[in-house]
């Protein structure tokens, strides 16, 4: 009896340290889980900002984009005056929510594509946020260009092949090399170095349509002449009542 239940004593022991120990080894394997999936995000992140480094215009610039656009956050951009210790920031929100990676990396290069379409291929902070979110260079020679913002046309439901074909761009391209799809479109287009005077958000690029009164030789028909003396024609003749066929034999 006593050799019994000593047996039993040690199997409840050894139950027992198997069960303290198996919570110690969830819990690692989870934080082990966490930690790979950290990990493998932060080089993502780090993977895409050194890609739009020289897009960005610097790897602080390239990092807020690829943060902001990854989590839908306000995204501050930092510009330093050629040759001066200058610097101005602009900070926008993404139009639209979060995005996955993959979505970023599209994104962006739709971006750089669209710019380098435009002649620019060194954006300045509000350049890259007209080419985001929309907006319209104002160049030196007085024309403009319309930006109507990659981020904007998919908050508003296009897909991302659809908003590069609307750019001139097959998106298979512009993936591979975005400078190069950009460019190859702005010779086509005879852009190429040109220089922007400003960048102008927030205002509709539709024209008022014009009044019949701004179109001199066209005829006001406000005057349009009064057919109150126009001749009535006379009242319809009032058809005689059909007779009653009370008296028809047989009725």
């Known amino acids: 009896m006593k050799i019994r239940h000593l047996t039993l004593t040690l199997v409840c022991a050894a ?14 394997t989870t934080t082990s889980g966490t930690s790979t999936t950290s990990t493998s995000t932060n080089q993502e992140s780090t ?28 995204i501050t951009l930092t510009d330093t005056t050629a040759g001066t210790t200058t610097t101005t920031t602009t900070t926008f929100t993404p139009a639209t929510g979060k995005l996955g990676y993959g979505n970023v990396k599209i ?7 669209s710019l380098a379409q435009a002649g620019m291929t060194d954006p ?23 930006l109507k913002g990659v981020l904007a046309l998919r908050a508003a439901g296009e897909g991302w092949g659809q908003i590069a074909n609307s750019m001139g761009f097959k998106l298979g391209d512009v993936m591979r090399s975005p400078k190069a799809a950009g460019s190859a479109s702005a010779s086509a287009h005879a852009h190429a170095n040109v220089s922007v005077d400003k960048v102008v958000f927030g205002q509709s690029h539709m024209t008022d349509h014009p009044s019949a009164t701004d179109h001199p030789g066209r005829p006001d028909f406000a005057g349009k002449p009064d057919f109150a003396g126009k001749p009535t024609l006379p009242d319809r003749p009032q058809l005689p009542d059909h ?3 009370a008296g028809r034999p047989g009725g």
Not at 15 to 28: E, I, T
Not at 47 to 74: C, I, K, M, P, Y
Not at 107 to 112: G, H, Q, R, V
């Open 15 to 28: 139950v027992l340290a198997g069960l303290a120990v198996a919570p110690a080894m969830a819990q690692s």
């Open 47 to 74: 993977r895409l900002s050194t890609e739009f480094t020289s897009f960005a215009g610097s790897d602080t610039n390239s990092q807020a984009l690829v943060t902001g656009l990854r989590n839908g956050t306000a």
């Open 107 to 113: 994104a962006l290069s739709l971006a750089e594509a």
């Open 124 to 146: 300045t902070a509000a350049e890259l946020e007209a080419a985001l979110n929309g907006g319209t260079l104002v160049l030196a020679d007085g024309t403009s260009v319309d």
């Open 243 to 245: 007779p009653s066929r």
